[in-house]
């Protein structure tokens, strides 16, 4: 995948992220072989999506606070 427009910041995954393939892929797939509803997939492919973002994120930026104003580990309270 690739695309010119600029992506948010995680826990939105890289268009390029390897997991994120797997995860479309894997929702692809299960329309096409009958396990799975479009709604399904999109679903499960949306969640596991954002997961992946989220460690992607943690990777990239351990400690800092750019999902927000609060810093990693603060009280969300």
Not at 4 to 33: I, W
Not at 43 to 69: K, M, N, S, T
């Amino acid at each position: 995948m690739t695309s010119d427009s600029p992506m948010p910041s995680p826990p939105f995954p890289s268009p390029g992220n390897a997991a994120l393939r797997v995860v479309v892929g894997n929702a692809v797939a299960s329309v096409r072989n009958g396990e799975a509803s479009v709604e399904e997939a999109i679903l499960h492919a949306a969640v596991h999506g954002w997961y992946e973002g989220h460690i992607q994120g943690e990777d990239e930026c351990p400690g800092c606070g750019f999902r927000g104003e609060l810093p990693k580990h603060s009280n969300r309270c």
